[in-house]
Nanobody, 115 residues
């Protein structure tokens, strides 16, 4: 069984920066994709960025140039570096791990961008 734990969410001012982290525990073998999704109040969950076990990353248009997803080799931790944060980035951010056969979600971490 895989368990995901996220951390790093907090209150930050517009224009500020924040780094989220997510660590996956358990046996994870073969090709997989880790990613960040977010859900704002009253809105559907949306994909922010994903990165494969071969380190190919994909970003949503609304974060290109501001957010960077990374995944160091030799562990199952994924980071989301967020710069130039905007009030519309306020949401619960969720980590997801997906394999060809299954997927797991973290519990979410709240990011609030406000002055």
């Amino acid at each position: 069984q895989v368990h995901l734990v996220e951390s790093g969410g907090t209150l930050v001012q517009p224009g500020g920066s924040l780094t989220l982290s997510c660590t996956a525990s358990g046996s994870i073998l073969g090709f997989n994709v880790m990613g960040w999704y977010r859900q704002a109040p009253g809105k559907e969950r949306e994909r922010v960025a994903t990165i494969t076990s071969t380190r190919t990353s994909v970003y949503a248009d609304f974060v290109k140039g501001r957010f960077t997803i990374s995944r160091p080799y030799a562990d199952n931790t994924v980071y989301l570096q967020m710069n130039n944060l905007k009030p519309e980035d306020t949401a619960v951010y969720y980590c997801k791990l997906q394999t060809p056969d299954d997927e797991w979600w973290g519990q979410g971490t709240q990011v609030t961008v406000s002055s």
